[in-house]
């Protein structure tokens, strides 16, 4: 009998593990920034990787990193980050979005910005013409 438990303990230990080991944006902090800048960019070479490793694909996004370390994001890897408005791309559209990148970004940005992954080199025009605009940003994490 004593063995039966410890089996059945060990299956609801395995269960528990794989049912809450994800992050949820329902249990994440969130952190909420008002008025901050979001950006488009495109990747120029597929050879190219993002600095979080992966790949590219609609509905990813960089933010700055701290001192001179890419590897560093100002938040972590895998953040879930929604914007106040939807955004349109040429390869999707939405409002929520996952860190996987880091850039050097323009110091007259706002300091939590978001630069939205826009596809590959032909889009430039359309990210471009996306521009900066001000929204607010909840980052979950």
Request: no cysteine; proline share 6%.
């Amino acid at each position: 009998m004593k063995k039966i438990w410890i089996i059945g303990m060990a299956v609801l230990s395995t269960i528990l593990t794989f049912s809450f080991g994800e992050v949820n944006t329902t249990y994440a902090a969130a952190h909420v920034y008002a008025n901050q800048d979001v950006t488009a960019y495109v990747r120029y070479s597929t050879s190219t990787k993002p600095a979080g490793g992966g790949d590219y694909y609609w509905g990813v996004a960089a933010v700055r990193y701290q001192g001179s370390n890419p590897l560093n994001p100002i938040v972590p890897f895998g953040t879930t980050v929604s914007t106040s408005l939807p955004i349109k791309s040429p390869i999707g559209s939405g409002t929520s979005f996952t860190v996987i990148d880091t850039g050097a970004m323009k110091p007259a940005l706002s300091p939590n910005n978001l630069d939205i992954y826009w596809g590959e080199w032909y889009n430039q025009d359309s990210a471009l013409s996306f521009g900066q605009n001000k929204m607010t940003l909840t980052y979950y994490y």
